[in-house]
Each structure stands twice: as C-alpha cells, then as structure tokens.
T-cell receptor, first 114, second 112 residues
C-alpha cells in the first residue's frame, strides 16, 4: 500500500519535554510538509522540505525542529520552547514542491501536553 | 496578502439539499485553488481543485465556482448526503511557492 504513515496516533508529553513525531511516506515524493491544526483554525505550515537534506521554515516554526536525512522520512521534534504544543499535527507529501502539486496527508498525531 | 477567508464556520443541510461554502482571497498571484475534505480524526484529502483559467469545474456532485474579478471561489455540494458530513477546507497557492494557504474550515452536517 502506498501512502503516508504517522506515529504515534496519540502522544502525551509533560511540560519541559521534547517529543518527536514520525512521518514516513512510500510514494516516492520529493516534497514533505508539517502542518499544525487547532480547533476552528485552518492548517498552518510549520516546516517543509523539497529535497533531502534541505528544509525551510513555515509560518509557525518557532519551538519546532525537523530533519530530512532520507527521502521517505521527515520527523518533527516539538521542543520545550513551543509554548502551546497541544494540537493535531499533520504530515503531508507531494510529488514536487511548489504548492500546486496535490498534497497527500497522513492520518495525523494528536499531541497533548499534561 | 496570504490569507484565505472561509465562510461559514459551520453549516447544517438537509439530505438532498445543496451545501455552499465560500472562500475569498487577496493575493492575485494565487493560481491554484483546491478543496480538501476531512473526517474526524483523519488527515484531509483532496476533493477537487481549480485553476483561474476556468470559471467552473464539476466532479460528480461537487462543483467549484470561481470568480476571478471578485477574488472568490466556492464549493457546491449537490444532493448532499449524510456521508458528506465532514470539515471542508479551501486553500490557495501559486506556482513556485512553497505550500498551500488554508482557510479556517467549514464543518458540514447533513441531516438525514
């Protein structure tokens, strides 16, 4: 099956801890993205990567970090510097970057800070 | 300039009725306008998309109407069904830009 997997589905974190969210795709897509979704708001871009070993900040990158060491993987770390990390996190990929290629989304990870 | 405004925030429609969701944008450089459908606890999935060289695109019961001069576009769901109950997001982007700019979403409930 081709697609995007995110793990875990639910994640609980204590204040002051860093956590890493996994995103893997087997679609052979070059571009990958991380979005944050809060109730009543649209998806907001955290980071994106158009090729391996390269990534750029999105609109709300503060308190987050990413890496892109492999084409199929784009993990997101939520650091203790993120003031309000409780949210639904969505990973996406597209054949190429540029915004006009169809983005395919994973099932999401719901992060709750206790 | 990058914002996409979506309305209404929520919508209740009877089975068989027409659901209409509207979006407006400011940046005239946008040239790609997709709609995404999201069911609870799932990631969004592309429903239908349009480029500004056409005023309407139809796929089954779903139609996008596009008004370039007004900088508005809308999603029409004909013969709405309970299975259409979901959150719908409009989005916009431009060739060469990094990613999509999403509207705030519309929660649609189709009553049987």
């Amino acid at each position: 099956d081709g697609g995007i997997t995110q793990s875990p589905k639910y994640l609980f974190r204590k204040e002051g801890q860093n956590v890493t969210l996994s995103c893997e795709q087997n679609l052979n897509h070059d571009a990958m993205y991380w979005y944050r979704q809060d109730p009543g708001q649209g998806l907001r871009l955290i980071y994106y990567s158009q090729i391996v070993n390269d990534f750029q900040k999105g609109d709300i990158a503060e308190g987050y970090s990413v890496s892109r060491e492999k084409k199929e993987s784009f993990p997101l770390t939520v650091t203790s510097a993120q003031k309000n990390p409780t949210a639904f996190y969505l990973c996406a990929s597209s054949r190429a970057g540029g915004g006009t290629d169809t983005q395919y989304f994973g099932p999401g990870t719901r992060l709750t800070v206790l | 300039q990058q914002q996409v405004k979506q309305s209404p925030q929520s919508l209740i429609v009877q089975k068989g009725g027409i659901s209409i969701i509207n979006c407006a944008y400011e940046n005239t450089a946008f040239d790609y306008f997709p709609w995404y459908q999201q069911f609870p606890g799932k990631g969004p999935a592309l429903l239908i998309a349009i480029r500004p060289d056409v005023s309407e695109k139809k796929e089954g019961r779903f139609t996008i109407s596009f008004n370039k001069s007004a900088k508005q576009f809308s999603l029409h769901i004909m013969d709405s069904q309970p299975g259409d109950s979901a959150t719908y997001f409009c989005a916009a982007s431009m060739t060469g830009r990094r990613a999509l700019t999403f509207g705030s979403g519309t929660r649609l409930q189709v009553q049987p």
